[in-house]
Structures are given as structure tokens and as C-alpha cells.
Nanobody, 128 residues
Framework: QVQLVESGGGLVQAGGSLRLSCGAS????????MGWFRQAPGKEREFVAA????????YYANSVKGRFTISRDNAKNMVYLQMNSLKPEDTAVYYC?????????????????????WGQGTPVTVSS
């Protein structure tokens, strides 16, 4: 059983930056691909970014490509999401999630049902 705890959310002006963190415990962190998802009010949860076990491969939603960067530190059991050039439409609750499946691709990493473990979420509000 893996426990995930996100932090780093908050209120920021458009054009600003935030760095989200997600700490993992209760499992072997390096065995999991990690993803970030977000859910805006009244909308479905959507894929943001994912990173494979070794940090060798990353995937991003088109809406955040070039602005967000996902990274991980397996020694610290942490995954991060650096968010730059934030826009009001980035406002959402951001969740990190862990995927224990071996296969990792853009289509698979964007599938929320592949992720067995989820954090409680951290809210991000971007004001215009």
C-alpha cells in the first residue's frame, strides 16, 4: 500500500510559477511510474504529466507542454511538478498518482484507471 501526500499548491497570479511536491511512503517508490492529474470545478479529472520509474521518459498533456516539468527523486521518494507561465485555466485540484504497471506509454500514462494509488490533492488557483 502506497500513501501519497501532495503539497505546494496555492494562489498565484497569471504568469507566475508554483512547484508541487508529492511524497510517497509505504512501498518501493522506484517500482512505480508517477503521474500528475488535475480536476477543475465542474470538470472531469484530466491527465497533466507522467514520468517513468527511472526518470528516463516523461509525457505531458498538450495544454501544459513547454510550461510544466515533471521530475522525481527516487532516493527521497518524491515526485515534483514545476509549473511555469501559469494561466487561469490551470486552476484545479492537482493529484499525484502511482502506477505499478510495467508498460509505460503516453496513452497508458494518461489513463487514470491504471493508477492504483492517489493522493488527496492540492489546490492551485491562478488569478487573472
Amino acid at each position: 500500500q502506497v500513501q501519497l501526500v501532495e503539497s505546494g499548491g496555492g494562489l498565484v497570479q497569471a504568469g507566475g510559477s508554483l512547484r508541487l511536491s508529492c511524497g510517497a511512503s509505504g512501498g518501493t517508490f522506484s517500482r512505480y511510474a508517477m503521474g500528475w492529474f488535475r480536476q477543475a470545478p465542474g470538470k472531469e479529472r484530466e491527465f497533466v504529466a507522467a514520468i517513468n520509474r527511472s526518470s528516463g521518459t516523461t509525457y505531458y498533456a498538450n495544454s501544459v507542454k513547454g510550461r510544466f516539468t515533471i521530475s522525481r527523486d527516487n532516493a527521497k521518494n518524491m515526485v515534483y511538478l514545476q509549473m511555469n507561465s501559469l494561466k487561469p485555466e490551470d486552476t484545479a485540484v492537482y493529484y499525484c498518482a502511482a502506477d505499478g504497471n510495467i508498460y509505460f506509454s503516453l496513452s497508458s500514462s494518461a489513463d487514470s484507471q491504471r493508477y492504483a494509488y492517489w493522493g488527496q490533492g492540492t489546490p492551485v488557483t491562478v488569478s487573472s
